[in-house]
């Protein structure tokens, strides 16, 4: 089974929708018996705590499923997790930090925007602070850059169905 790990800051915009965004496309491809995913957040600051209501709105616009509770990176993801994608650089740079001090320097971290060509070293913006648009921007965003990470893990992994 593959392991992917989505994180943002809070765990409650950005990989939460990556989460739900990239396990409906696994559904659509039949291959839900390969994959295992969560997200997660380098901070502690939405512990337990629902996506953001936009975040939910969002999902539910686009007929996702969301069943998640914010939680924090810990080190056994580290370990457990065979992909961990930032959706940005200050993401970034806290894992690879994290995955030195936890014991994990090896452990390739990957960037969401570094999957979709043009696009290579570019954020998923926040959208916490601003309107409901920006959760529209993150979710196309995000839809581009998952279908890109899938067929490539597809091509990585030999997944045919």
Do not use: W
């Not at 915009?13 to 965004?21: G, K, M, V, W, Y």
């Not at 499923?65 to 970034?92: K, P």
């Not at 926040?126 to 196309?140: A, N, T, V």
Request: hydrophobic share 35%.
């Amino acid at each position: 089974m593959i392991k992917v790990l989505f994180v943002c800051l809070g765990n409650i915009c950005r990989s939460p929708l990556a989460e739900a965004i990239f396990n409906a496309k696994v559904k659509e491809s039949n291959l839900l018996s390969s994959f295992k995913s969560d997200s997660a957040g380098t901070s502690d600051f939405h512990i337990g705590e629902l996506p953001d209501e936009r975040t939910i709105f969002t999902g539910k616009k686009y007929n996702l499923e969301m069943n998640h509770r914010g939680r924090q990176v810990n080190r056994t993801d580290f370990r457990d997790f065979d992909y961990i994608i930032a959706m940005d650089d200050n993401n970034l740079r806290n894992l690879n930090n994290m995955k030195t001090r936890y014991g994990f320097p090896d452990k390739e971290i990957f960037l969401m925007r570094d999957f979709v060509p043009g696009s290579e070293g570019l954020s998923v913006p926040d959208p916490y602070y601003g309107g409901d648009e920006g959760f529209e921007e993150i979710y196309k965003i995000l839809d581009v850059a998952l279908d890109n990470f899938l067929t490539k893990v597809k091509e990585t992994h030999q997944l045919y169905v």
